[in-house]
């Protein structure tokens, strides 16, 4: 099999590569290792978090502004929505990091911006309570973005420009053939001109020459019953997240018939093997995540309507890799994520896809040079 690039991993990050690839008239293949909406990886669990003013760096903010638009463009092309603003509330005290780098973003890019007192934030938000030196940095062009949904949109519209998708096949190894690529299956192999790897928790054991400094760590996420729906129903409740001195939870409206979700950012860090971790919530998961409910949202701290885990890959800064390989630059490396990626997939597809054909980008991706760790 001959194609122009192929990939491998269609989560997020692959299948928006893979639609980018052969929106532009390539031939592009995307192999899978399990099937199509599977939940071993990071790109399941209904939604994800979209916001403008990013805490993490300022840097990260042209590139959201552009995936912003590209989402829309893609909700044309898909003919369904996948993002859905609501606003977001960034709550913490005021020289938290969340807070004040969500600030320093907002101000550098001129990014519309409110910051409530605490008893302000709980008059708009009656369902926080919150201590009183915490202030909130509200954004109205938060919200959030329709997680299955949006990769199976991907897929099919790369199924429509020509791709083609390959799912339970897991792949081997991936190593330079001349000037080009070998993908190899466990069913055969792949030859391509380059080749994309976005195999987020299986990314190490691919590239195994190069020693990424990846983590692969377990996260937890509940669906409550709210004890007082109306104050999480959309238009009364925000994205939100919050930081305290148990960390960074986070959480959205309630939807029909699914509970709201909430979860601790980053967990327990705690570390694992893909291929054998539990994938069940546990009583400890639970807990951690209820810790910040019973003390800022008593009102969520209802029973459990389901539960969920997935994976983050990590590294060392929490910033992403998107580069090419030092020895083999047809292959392209991507770990776009570290727990933040998602949002950003339209936007990383196009850069992804500027570096397998043109081996440079117009982005600004500096930060997330290989290089850095060397």
Not at 110 to 121: N, S, T
Not at 135 to 147: S, T
Not at 253 to 258: D, H, L, V, W, Y
Not at 352 to 372: K, W, Y
Request: glycine share 10%; proline share 6%.
């Amino acid at each position: 099999m001959k194609f122009d690039v192929a990939v491998v991993g269609l989560g997020a990050m692959g299948s928006a590569a893979l639609y980018e690839l052969s929106r532009r008239g390539l031939r592009a293949v995307g192999v899978e290792r399990f099937e199509a909406g599977h939940t071993r990886g990071s790109s399941h669990g209904l939604t994800r978090i979209i916001r403008l003013g990013y805490f993490e760096h300022p840097s990260y903010v042209p590139l959201l502004r552009e995936a912003y638009h590209k989402w829309r463009d893609m909700e044309v092309a898909a003919g369904q929505r996948l993002m859905t603003i609501t606003g977001i509330a960034e709550i913490g005290a005021p020289d938290s990091e969340l807070v004040s780098g969500t600030l320093a973003s907002s101000r550098l890019h001129g990014l519309p911006h409110q910051v409530l007192d605490a008893g302000e934030l709980m008059t708009r938000y009656p369902a926080f309570r919150v201590p009183p030196d915490f202030v909130g940095v509200v954004q109205p062009d938060g919200g959030y973005l329709e997680a299955e949904p949006a990769v199976a949109a991907m897929q099919a519209l790369a199924v429509r420009h020509g791709a083609e998708v390959l799912t339970g096949k897991r792949v081997l190894s991936v190593a330079p053939q001349g000037s080009g690529v070998r993908v190899t299956t466990e069913s055969g192999t792949i030859d391509a001109g380059a080749a994309i790897l976005a195999a987020g928790a299986w990314l190490r054991t691919l590239l195994p020459d190069l020693n990424l400094p990846l983590e692969v760590t377990r996260q937890a996420v509940l669906w409550t019953e709210p004890l007082e729906p109306a104050l999480f129903a959309a238009g009364a409740f925000p994205v939100f997240m919050l930081e305290s001195d148990l960390g960074i939870h986070y959480g959205f409206p309630q939807r029909p018939g699914e509970g709201l979700k909430v979860a601790k950012h980053h967990h327990v860090g705690e570390a694992v093997d893909p291929e054998t971790y539990n994938r069940s919530v546990t009583a400890t998961d639970e807990a951690i995540v209820r810790a910040g409910l019973a003390r800022f949202l008593p009102a969520a701290n209802g029973r459990n309507v389901t539960t969920a885990t997935c994976l983050y890959t990590m590294t060392p800064d929490g910033h992403f890799i998107l580069d090419r390989h030092p020895a083999a630059p047809q292959i392209v490396v991507a770990s776009a994520c570290s727990g933040h990626g998602f949002k950003f997939a339209p936007v990383m597809g196009e850069i992804l896809a500027d570096l397998a054909t043109a081996g440079t980008t117009g982005h600004d991706i500096a930060r997330f040079q290989l290089s850095r760790f060397r």
